[in-house]
């Protein structure tokens, strides 16, 4: 029985252990699909996040999926070319239930006004990564990515805590929203500036912010006040980011970290320029987006002068992968890229040895199953503290959003060793269901990304979009359950190139196979992918785990 689903009433979580499709596999998928609709910002026009990030092209498209799963054979393969299915396939048991390509245009091609055009003419949907490829969970990837990042900073800058820290950052969207939560897990006084109210509301609503203050007057005060006492606090403010800021650096107010998080990758669906009210805009994508694209420069350039400015005055800076940097470059900030980025300043060494965001879900919709799950990591890893540290912490304070689920930064071996031990769980009946394990795209070998995964790469290799591709392939030959290639799309377009995959413990000997084969490649392509480019840390792991690299 699917579960109510208050947050998208139209949308139940699915759960129970009655299967509609033919087998797990199938089942598991469907679930995953409807799950990201059940999590999702706007799952009416099938948007999971980030102002475009769909799930499936268009209600036609959906509907085939769900009915193509529903009805598939495991020796059969559907292909889905951006959120459309093209094909049923014969393949075999051993094959990927789900192939897809998602917004992968030829290089000379991949440009922002082409890829609007493309998806005005119904051809193409942008996957916003894990949206299309049916793997997000709600916020809590993006809460302890968000979490692991203030960390780290707390550990260089401030003697491993954030208490008494100030936080400054911008954009409480579907990814965005996580932050006030993760800064106060952090421990610190942080302020999320945004312009819609109705996104701050909801942020308060759940419980992530604490407060939204009337004004940016009172807003400061009670961050003193926090700050001054040590006291972690989320407060929101409604206002542009391109004002504020500047405000808050033209008071001498210097916070101890700043970044931002609005949808600045997307100058006609995301940023929203100082001086447009939310009606005007949505008017102008339609009727003049090129104007957009002009006033949201001229913002953004605004917005990251006074970043830069608080880094000028001792702020910790970082862009947290919206390409504010880049689209401030193009609006004239030609120091843009003095503010670093959060994966080579803060993230790298763990890419190294293939620790990234891995990520499993409750098939079964029970919350019990996470919680065996959690106790299962804690017995595995006790000395992991990023791990141990995250689950108690994610058990107190992260509410589950659609199918319960968990994220733990894993490396090489120890994503496996887990699935197969849950595996024997599903097939011992300690569990309620099976479990399907996923990843961010942006993992070792899942992302090439010149502005956010693989800026400054030790040997220059940034914008080779190889790595990923091999990753993809080489998924579908280790037989994952889903195998995903996924490019950028709107202000994204012809920036990045990622895989994704998911695979499906569902008890049976073959999972079990499916499992040790597609992780352990996975992460040992990701390893190869640093040790390749001369990382210490990479060739070490490739040593000691004796991942097998050819060396020339
Ligand atoms: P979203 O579109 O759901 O939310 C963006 C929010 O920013 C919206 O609520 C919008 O109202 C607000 N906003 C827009 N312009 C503003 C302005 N000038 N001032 C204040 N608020 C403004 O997007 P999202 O899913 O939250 O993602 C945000 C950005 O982060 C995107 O660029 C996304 O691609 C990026 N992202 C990065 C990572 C990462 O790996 N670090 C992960 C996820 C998302």
Known sequence: MPRDNPRNPGFPIPSGPDLRAKGWRQEALLRLLENVLAVGEDPENLVVYAALGKAARNKAAHDAIVAALTNMDEDQTLVIQSGKPVGLMKTSAQAPMVIMANCNVVGQWAKAENFYELERKGLICWGGLTAGAWQYIGSQGVIQGTYEIFMRIAERRFGGTLH???????????????????????GAAILCVEIDP????????IGYLDEIAPDLDSALRRIEQARAAGEPLSVGLVGNAAEIYPDIAGRGIVPDIVTDQTSAHDLVYGYIPVGYDLDRVRRLRSQNPSEL????????????????????????VFDNGNLIRTQAKEGGVADAFDIPVFTEAYLRPLFCRAIGPFR??????????????DDLVLEMFPDNYIVTNWINLA?????FEGLPARIAWLGHGERSALARRVNQLVQSGELQGPVA????????AGMAHPNIMTENMRDGSDAIADWPLLDAMLLCASRADLVVIHSGGGGYAG??????????ADGTGAADERLEQALDNDTGLGVIRYADAGYLDALDEVAKKKIGRIEI
Request: charged residues 25%; glycine residues 12%.
């Open 360 to 373: 499993w879900m409750a098939l079964s919709g029970e919350p019990s199953d996470i919680a065996r799950i």
């Open 495 to 504: 920036f990045m190139t990622s895989a994704g995959v998911t695979i499906v």
């Open 293 to 316: 694209i002009e006033a949201g420069r001229a913002s953004i350039a605004k917005h990251v002068e006074a970043m830069l400015q608080f880094q000028r005055s001792g702020a910790e």
């Open 395 to 399: 058990r107190q304070n992260v509410p």
């Open 437 to 444: 394990f996923s990843r961010d795209h942006l993992d070792s």
């Open 198 to 205: 109705e996104r701050a509301r909801k942020r308060k609503e």
């Open 164 to 186: 008494g820290r100030f936080v400054l950052t911008a954009g409480l969207g579907g990814m965005g929203g996580a932050q006030p939560l993760a800064g106060r897990m952090a």
